[in-house]
């Protein structure tokens, strides 16, 4: 039985926040009070990630398999086609679990995979890099930090307005990445796989990738030929691969716009 950690807030349709490799459900805080106010928001922590314990030994960390993780727990919780969020990671997770249940609609921030073959050794190498420094650093860059400087220095890869975050958000994205048990079979398991869907999916699906992302290389890592047939692409001006924190109203609005939640012009005015 799934028991997978989660945060909910809100009333109305559904909608399930899916985390970065690395990363926890508290990446989406920035953006869960605004979109409470429409939806019935639920940001899980992935299997081996934030509080939630890693899948059996006996099970590959793959994002099938954590998509299936998921979906068990949504059964749990009596969801039925919820709105689907995924920021990197859980951006191919997302779909994944789309196709497991009938989502309202799918909103790929930076998803993960969408490159021809293998995972790109630069991407290997700059998440092993990360992993091993907060591992091995943690104090010292939670003291750096402290600065906008060094905020810029530690998060500049992730996030494309790092010195607009406060210390405490930098150490907490800083803590997920080197407390995280899943963190090197998660990865493992997604070095040989990438991200193919062109199945078509049964609702809006939506990809954003941030101006600012030097996670995700336009040469690399963005072939959107790869996700499903009519997915709507868009740009987040000034974001980077976490774009949650570097805009949040930016980041909301897109996913309203892509869930058809927004309010129309004549309404709000």
Known sequence: MSQLAFTRRGRGAPIVLLHALGSSRHSFDPIIPALAMQFDVIAIDLPGFGDSKPLPASVEPTPAALAAAVAEQLDQLGVRSPHLVGNSLGGWVALELAARCTPASVTLLA???????????????SLQ????????????????????????????????RPMHMTPQQARA?????????????TLKATVNRRLLARAP?????????????????????????????????????GCGHLPMADDPTAVTSLILRSSGAAVPAERAA
């Open 111 to 125: 998803p993960a995979g969408l490159w021809r073959r293998n995972t790109p050794l630069y991407d290997r190498a």
């Open 129 to 160: 890099a990360t992993r091993w420094l907060t591992r091995h650093a943690l104090r010292f860059l939670f003291r750096l930090v402290d600065f906008r400087l060094g905020r810029a220095l530690v998060l500049g890869q992730t996030h494309g």
């Open 173 to 185: 994205a800083i803590r997920s990445m080197a407390t995280c048990p899943g963190f090197e079979a």
């Open 201 to 237: 999916i049964d609702a809006p699906v939506t990809v954003a990738f941030g101006s600012r992302d030097l996670v995700l290389l336009k040469s690399q890592s963005r072939h959107v030929d790869q996700l499903p047939p009519g997915t709507h692409l868009e740009v987040l001006p």
